[in-house]
T-cell receptor
């Protein structure tokens, strides 16, 4: 089946450690996105990529890094520089302008 | 940057009621999206609109471009409709801007 997978669903890390969240899509979409969701707030864009080997910062990119070496994959690294990393992280992909975005199931990251 | 406001923030309805969720935005757009997020966190795209009205089952979405306003209606609501409904807007090739969502609870 076509879709977006994120792994793991739940992730626990100690403060000060970097952690990488996986996002893979088999929809052949050019664009991929990472969002952060906190209670009572809308989704906020961290990074997005509209083509392989290119990506742009979103509204809250500080403390995060990404890569887009393959069309199917857009991993997000939460670095120790991110001051409040505990949140729900959603990956999405889309195609066309404007695009309908397809979302992954999300990863809930808890930093202890 | 576009600002997206949704109302109400929270909504409780009895099964069978007709439900309306509203979304207003501040700047011209090329498309407006309605999304549904269930308690597990997964998000599903319900509609993408650039004008007029769309219907899918018991869900109806309308948009008024001149007034910068959209509504999502649910007819004959059911407990399984309980979710967070999110409005998002896009302009051209720019990333979507999301509202904070409306939490709907439908009670049997």
């Amino acid at each position: 089946d076509g879709g977006i997978t994120q792994s793991p669903k739940y992730l626990f890390r100690k403060e000060g450690q970097n952690v990488t969240l996986s996002c893979e899509q088999n929809l052949n979409h050019d664009a991929m996105y990472w969002y952060r969701q906190d209670p009572g707030q809308g989704l906020r864009l961290i990074y997005y990529s509209q083509i392989v080997n290119d990506f742009q910062k979103g509204d809250i990119a500080e403390g995060y890094s990404v890569s887009r070496e393959k069309k199917e994959s857009f991993p997000l690294t939460v670095t120790s520089a991110q001051k409040n990393p505990t949140a729900f992280y959603l990956c999405a992909s889309g195609q066309g302008v404007p695009d309908t975005q397809y979302f992954g199931p999300g990863t809930r990251l808890t930093v202890l | 940057k576009n600002e997206v406001e949704q109302s109400p923030q929270n909504l409780t309805a009895q099964e069978g009621e007709f439900i309306t969720i509203n979304c207003s935005y501040s700047v011209g757009i090329s498309a407006l999206h309605w999304l549904q997020q269930h308690p597990g966190g997964g998000i599903v795209s319900l509609f993408m609109l650039s004008s007029g009205k769309k219907k899918h089952g018991r869900l109806i979405a309308t948009i008024n471009i001149q007034e910068k306003h959209s509504s999502l209606h649910i007819t004959a609501s059911h407990p399984r409709d309980s979710a967070v409904y999110i409005c998002a807007v896009g302009a051209g090739n720019t990333p979507l801007v999301f509202g904070k969502g409306t939490r709907l609870s439908v009670i049997a």
